[in-house]
C-alpha cells in the first residue's frame, strides 16, 4: 500500500471517530482505538485516562444529555514505519449541554498504531487555544 493509501486511511479514521463521537456510536468508536489509548483531553471536563474502556465511560458521562458537534481540519500526518504514525488536527467544537455551551478551537495531536491491517489511535491530546464557555 502507497504512503498516500496509508494516509488516507488515517484521514478516514478521524473522520470515523468525529461522526461516532457525536452520534454516541460507542461500540463502534471504541474499535478506533488501541486497547491502551492514553487520552488528554487537556482543560475539558474529560481530562486524562488510560484504557479504551475508561475512556468511553468518561467521555460517555461528560457527553451524556448533550449536542455536540466535531470537527478536525488539515490534518498533518507523518508515517514513521509500518506500524506507526503521528497526526496533527486543528479542531473546532460545539458542545449543547443542559447547564453550559461550549465553542472550543484547538489542535488534536495523535499518535497511530496499525494492528490487524487497520490503522488505531493509541494516543491523543488536545490542546486549546480558545474555550468559549457560557453558564445557562
Known amino acids: ?27 463502534e468508536w471504541r474499535e478506533l482505538f488501541t486497547e491502551d489509548v492514553v487520552a488528554d483531553y487537556g482543560n475539558s471536563q474529560a481530562v486524562k485516562t488510560t484504557g479504551v474502556d475508561r475512556l468511553i465511560e468518561m467521555t460517555s458521562a461528560v457527553l451524556e444529555g448533550a449536542v455536540s458537534v466535531h470537527h478536525a481540519h488539515t490534518p498533518e500526518i507523518t508515517l ?6 503521528e497526526g496533527i ?25 496499525k494492528q490487524d491491517d487497520q490503522w488505531r489511535i493509541a494516543r491523543i491530546k488536545l490542546t486549546r487555544l480558545k474555550r468559549d464557555v457560557t453558564s445557562k
Open 1 to 27: 500500500m502507497s504512503a498516500q493509501d496509508e494516509i488516507e486511511q488515517i484521514k478516514q479514521l478521524k473522520a470515523r471517530y468525529l461522526r461516532l463521537l457525536d452520534t454516541r456510536q460507542w461500540s
Open 80 to 85: 514513521i514505519d509500518d506500524f506507526h504514525a
Open 89 to 113: 488536527w486543528a479542531m473546532e467544537d460545539i458542545i449543547n449541554a443542559a447547564d453550559y455551551d461550549l465553542h472550543g478551537f484547538g489542535h488534536y495531536y495523535e499518535d497511530y498504531f
